[in-house]
């Protein structure tokens, strides 16, 4: 059962032998796809025994999609990871045990998501675990085209495992607003390209079943068409009261109202910050991108 796991790096020393050594005892091979890391990343993949390649960065979609291009061609699965993130024990048990023996149909795998932020667990809030299909048999799925909040596509039965991915970053919270207002970025490039079909898009709405597919269609279908001035408090609401955020430790209450409030804000902010300038230059969404945000499409 040959299983191959990739994990996109760009400057992760500080997590990626914790990564490769949580998929140590499942998958044959780790293929590292380094985008320009200045520390010691490669130097650390290489000694834990992972496969180096380089390949400059557009987005996580298009670097994982070229990754699988680069897989041997007798690989039969693949797991994604991200280099913050770790394999628990449950979860290596489950896949040496259960993925030899899945039925030929089955195309991909759920498996649950969780999260600690600044080293505290994130449990309250309707957020987490989330389902995520990680596992897939290779050549069946494909990352979604898209900027941001991309999920692997699979057309076929997929079944779940029980077991978990902790994400568990190690940096400052000053790394995690800078990364945060990256991230923003490219969220306003996919709702956009929403309203003016300016790329193809794929998404994991379209397929049926799934959380995934479930969270995608409610953000594109409702979230996306309510006011950008009062969704943001809306859905921090429904998450810190409704959904019992609250309860979650001193950590957690700060993931909720960065996460939930203050980054959704911010999305917004920088959506009508674009949308004033192709009003205000009389240029499309394209132009106004690069102008405000820096992407070059």
Known sequence: MPLTAIILTQDEERHIARAIASVATVADRVFVVD????????????????????HPWRNYATQFNWALEQLPADTEWV?????????????????????????SEIQGIHVARRMNFLGGPVQWGGVFPIRVLRLFRHGAGHCENRWMDEH???????????????????NSLSWWIDKHNHYASREVVDLLNLEYHFLPHDSVADLRGGQAGAKRW?????????????????????????????LDGREGRAFHVLQGFWYRYLVDTKLRE????????????????RAILGIDL
């Open 35 to 54: 985008s320009g890391s200045i520390d010691r990343t490669r130097e650390i993949a290489a000694s834990a025994g992972a496969t180096i390649l380089s």
């Open 79 to 103: 797991l994604r990871l991200d280099a913050d993130e770790i394999v628990t024990p449950g979860l290596q048990t489950e896949i040496l045990e259960n993925l030899p023996v899945a039925q």
């Open 152 to 170: 692997i596509m699979v057309e076929g039965p997929v079944m779940a495992f029980g077991g978990e991915i902790l994400d568990d970053n190690l």
């Open 218 to 246: 409610v953000k594109e279908r409702l979230y996306a068409r309510l006011p950008s001035g009062l969704r943001a408090g809306a859905y921090f609401l429904y998450r810190y009261v409704l959904r019992l955020g609250f």
């Open 274 to 289: 674009v949308k004033a300038h192709m009003r205000r230059e009389q240029v499309d969404a394209t132009q106004a991108i």
